[in-house]
Nanobody, 120 residues
């Protein structure tokens, strides 16, 4: 069993910053990739940023230059530094990890989500 737990969401004003954190725990042999997704009210879930084990990153066009994803492999953690936040960044943010465990070479796991609200 693998669990992901996010933290760091909250209410901020336009232009402010937040950092989200996510820790993976359980029967983990290695983590292939980690990512942040978000889902705004009435919209589908979208990929915000991803990072693979080698450190390569990718970002949605809407957050490039404002958000930075990073990970601590030793702690099985991933972070999302969000700067210059806009009201359109308001969403529930979910942590995702693709994990190699004792029962699967490649399993996808999700956190419960953390709310980010940006007021104008």
């Amino acid at each position: 069993q693998v669990r992901l737990m996010e933290s760091g969401g909250g209410l901020v004003q336009t232009g402010e910053s937040l950092t989200l954190s996510c820790v993976a725990s359980g029967s983990i042999l290695s983590i292939n990739s980690m990512a942040w997704y978000r889902q705004a009210p009435g919209k589908g879930r979208e990929l915000v940023a991803g990072i693979i084990s080698g450190g390569s990153t990718s970002y949605a066009d809407s957050v490039k230059g404002r958000f930075t994803i990073s990970r601590d492999n030793a702690k099985n953690m991933v972070y999302l530094q969000m700067n210059s936040l806009k009201p359109e960044d308001t969403a529930v943010y979910y942590c995702n990890a693709n994990v190699r465990s004792r029962v699967s070479l490649s399993g996808d796991y999700w956190g419960q989500g953390t709310q980010v609200t940006v007021s104008s």
